[in-house]
């Protein structure tokens, strides 16, 4: 049986505690230590700081990883908070603060509901037939998948569920992210005599016009592949007399399933047909964790969709409605760590959280109490049901 006071008060410690992108290590040392007291059979963090727990089965049945992060987005807008962002205060049945939905309280529900069944190993003697993981990842906020991969790599799951919030529905899918980078290239010359050189920004111009006029590709349950322009820059900068001789702005497209990076950069190569002073690349990223270690890659994060007939979705929507919920299959709007599990990985996926994404990156973001411990039930049974799934 879960304890609610014991969810509720990890829940607020670990929301106490500031843990931007890369400075997770002291919310990393609460939910290890929270792992250990609670009796899972392993427990450690990574290379990466990711903190991985494990519960271990019989070995008849799939194992299942349960994944969230520990990362949050930095405070927007302190003046306009009605609440302490770090203080976790409950008021009217809900728990106020930053992460509280994205998604230190997910996170919180998976380490207890993980430790509540070994607590019930421990009494009844009984395990799953499957191993059951619990991570709390890293960098998720800037980089979607890059830690999961470091904690896949190390377990190797038949079955992954991203804890993002669903409002406790059934997330068979999700919309990628690539992040996408175009330069322009021209010649710098004295700005009193531009006429010396080619002004990169106004080489760009005819993409931007391309882009603003160019039709997003669209799937029937993921929408759209957006295309969003977010910044441009020019080069040198500042630009003091000078004609720039590079101009290169990033693009946010959010990606459909089996889009490639090849598709993709093809998609906006094609747009222009003298693109001779253009280059077209995606996005790579070198990230220092508290560890030490650097995570690094491109950003592309595919999309994904998991059939609503594979076994894994009536066997988790039958572990959901045995503790009361009535969930429905629906899917992610947002990119999430599961780019990596069934993107790139190709492992089967869910997704499955409390709270509403409408409640993430904001200022008062919040958690209902009722959907935080409902989810641990949740995890619970999905975890039960799901490791009675054969070993394939």
């Known amino acids: ?79 306009k908070w009605t609440y302490d962002p770090f203080g976790a205060e409950i008021a009217d049945g809900k728990m106020y603060g930053r992460g509280t939905s994205d998604m230190k309280g997910a996170i919180c529900a998976a380490v207890i509901a993980g430790g509540t069944i070994a607590r019930q190993i421990k009494q009844n003697g ?17 980089f979607e998948g890059g830690a999961l991969g470091k904690v896949i790599d190390q377990v190797h799951p038949d079955i992954v569920i991203i804890m993002e919030p669903s409002a406790l529905q059934l997330s068979i899918g999700q919309l990628g992210r690539a992040e996408i980078i175009i330069s322009s290239h021209g ?38 592949g957006i295309t969003v322009v977010t910044d441009i ?13 590079l101009c290169t702005i990033t693009i946010d497209r959010r990606l459909l399933v089996g889009e490639t990076e090849e598709d993709v950069l093809a998609s906006y190569q094609q747009l222009i047909s003298l693109n001779e002073n253009y280059s077209f690349e995606v996005a790579e990223v070198n990230l220092p964790c508290f560890t030490g270690e650097i995570l690094s890659g491109k950003r592309f994060f595919p999309g994904w969709l998991l059939d609503s007939s ?8 039958r572990a959901l409605e045995s503790v009361g919920q009535s969930p429905s299959l629906t899917t992610y709007k947002f990119c999430t760590n599961g780019s990596y599990s069934a993107g790139v990985a190709k492992i089967p996926t869910l997704g499955y959280g409390p709270s509403n994404a409408s409640l993430v990156h904001i200022v008062d973001e919040y958690i209902e109490i009722e959907q935080l411990t409902e989810a641990a039930e949740g995890f619970v049974s999905l975890a039960n049901y799901l490791t009675n799934l054969p070993k394939a």
């Open 233 to 245: 820059k020019s080069s040198p900068y500042p630009g003091v007399s000078i004609v720039p001789d």
């Open 310 to 317: 594979h076994p894994a979705v009536p066997q988790a929507l």
């Open 1 to 79: 049986m879960i304890v609610y006071d014991e969810l509720i008060q990890l829940t607020q410690q670990a929301v106490q505690i500031q843990s931007y992108s890369g400075e997770e290590h002291a919310v990393a040392e609460l939910l290890y230590n929270k792992m250990q007291d609670m009796g899972y059979d392993e427990c450690w963090i990574d290379a990466y700081g990711n903190v991985i727990g494990k519960i271990n089965g019989s070995g008849e049945g799939q194992s299942v990883l349960f994944d969230g992060h520990m990362d949050t987005v930095p405070i927007n807008s302190p003046e």
């Open 126 to 142: 009984i395990r799953p037939k499957g191993d059951i993981y619990v991570s709390c990842s890293v960098y998720e906020e800037i």
């Open 187 to 224: 010649k710098s010359a004295h700005s009193s005599q531009p006429e010396s050189g080619v002004n990169a920004i106004y080489e760009l111009l005819p993409m931007l016009e391309a882009l603003q006029s160019s039709t997003a590709p669209f799937h029937e349950k993921l929408g759209k």
